[in-house]
């Protein structure tokens, strides 16, 4: 018995096939033909200067509601700790001894418990914690990141987040996937083919640009609004780039404007893929799992990459961890030891339009990339500092930290000091001994 195709189903498949066709031309025409002459039409703009006009105007709804229905949405807090009136040492000694059984002003051991529990509040609400937690927002943004305490407000407050749910999932969400698919599909298969070519000037030329391509191409993946700024001070070839870590795609943001040679560790699967491909038309250097316990390995092959002037400049993360946009934490000093000169850049993101913050301990990397494809889009701005040289006897470690202090001024980023200072544990200790000292003074007198 044959198989009987009604005319419903060819008027379907039809109709599909033309869908199909109208969403790839749109598609071609408008995002990835732009992207691959780096040319942009205003429209992401324009969206972008939209939605903060809805922001602003879904904020006033929300205070004048709160106000309404006297909700507290906009209470301060910090991370469900409530802060106390400030007390001296010895107000708060005084205060342990009195619920214990001593009342005798020398050393007790009750007074440890003071000391024990301000180091158990720094650790808890200290501020290298907090930059491994999503930045809070002044206002909400329309997107499930909104303060906790939110209750329903207005009706047309809540029909314009549904509508942004329809528009980020039904229409953004599989635009950025076709794109994100198509962007890294002509990445394997590009890159792969000018691996065939011999070693010079053409290979080189048709590498950056398939590089350049593929990457602007992922750049509209993610609907992503970049600033550059002082493109003038760009790293030079045979150069090391060191950059503040806030996600996974700092990679692709810098990488639009400028091919870098990576730095990483060998992954399997579709990774695997992409990185074997990307390695045959550029030298990235990949490392095996055994290898990057090697440091001097590791060093051998950075150091002998910088000595080639006609080799791309090097793109590495010194933090070697993702921070929340608002700091930048200890650079370790590995790649400083390498080269003399260092090509610093600041990224700052705007987290209005979405959070960008890779938070590896709470979402995976599918997730994570989820969440990115559903926001409204990344915002972000980029500043390519002026080449820093190392000092006449400077270490590592000080070099660093000047590069390092430098990011974080002019991404407007906190340059967070990982180690306490001894000057603060010697404070302490001061303050106790000036009281048990006065004690025994005071009693003399008497």
Not at 187 to 208: D, Q
Request: one cysteine or more; aromatic letters at 10%; glycine letters at 6%.
């Amino acid at each position: 018995m044959g198989l009987i195709i009604s005319p419903f189903d060819n008027l379907l498949c039809m109709l599909l096939g033309i869908s199909f066709t109208v969403w790839f031309t749109l598609l071609l025409v408008f995002i990835i033909v732009p992207a691959i002459f780096g040319v942009s039409f205003g429209i992401r703009t324009l969206c972008m200067k939209t939605l903060l006009k809805v922001f602003v105007w879904a904020t006033l709804r929300i205070e004048r509601g709160a106000k309404e229905k006297n909700h507290h949405l906009y209470k301060p807090y910090t991370n469900g700790i409530i802060a106390k009136e400030p007390t001296s040492l010895e107000e708060e000694l005084n205060e342990i001894r009195r619920s214990g059984s001593s009342r005798d002003l020398n050393f007790a051991m009750s007074d440890i418990f003071y000391f024990c529990r301000r180091g158990v509040e720094s650790i808890v609400d200290d501020e290298v914690t907090k930059r491994f937690s999503a930045e809070e927002l002044e206002s909400w943004n329309l997107l499930t990141r909104s303060n906790y305490n939110f209750q329903h407000i207005s009706t047309r407050l809540t029909v314009l987040w549904g509508l942004g749910v329809v528009i980020r999932y039904c229409f953004l969400l599989p635009l950025r996937l076709t794109l994100a698919i198509t962007g890294v599909t002509l990445l394997v298969v590009f890159t792969t083919i000018i691996g065939f070519l011999p070693n010079g000037r053409m290979k080189n030329f048709l590498s950056e640009k398939v590089h350049l391509m593929c990457y602007r191409i992922c750049v509209r993946a993610l609907t992503a609004i970049i600033t550059y700024h002082h493109s003038e001070n760009k790293p030079k070839n045979g150069g090391i780039c060191v950059a503040n870590h806030t996600s996974p795609i700092d990679v692709i943001i810098l990488a639009s404007d400028g091919c870098y040679a990576m730095v990483g560790q060998i992954h399997g699967g579709l990774m695997g893929v992409i990185q074997r491909s990307m390695v045959k038309a550029c030298p990235h250097i990949w490392f095996e799992r055994s290898e990057v316990k090697d440091r001097h390995l590791v060093a051998k092959r950075l150091s002998d990459h910088v000595e080639d002037k006609s080799k791309l400049p090097i793109l590495i993360f010194p933090e070697g961890t993702c921070i929340n946009n608002t700091s930048v934490m200890m650079f370790k000093k590995g790649s400083f030891e390498i080269a003399s000169t260092i090509y610093p850049v600041a990224i700052k993101y705007d987290p209005r339009f979405g959070d960008a913050f890779w938070n590896s301990s709470k979402f995976g990397m599918v997730n994570y990339l989820l969440r990115m494809m559903s926001s409204w889009a990344i915002v972000c701005s980029v500043w390519y500092l002026p080449p820093m040289n190392r000092q006449e006897g400077e270490d590592a470690v000080q070099f660093a930290n000047r590069v390092k202090a430098a990011i974080a001024r002019q991404g407007g980023l906190v340059d967070l000091l990982c180690k306490v200072k001894d000057t603060f544990k010697e404070e302490q200790q001061k303050q106790y001994s000036r009281l048990l000292v006065g004690t025994h003074e005071d009693r003399s007198r008497s």
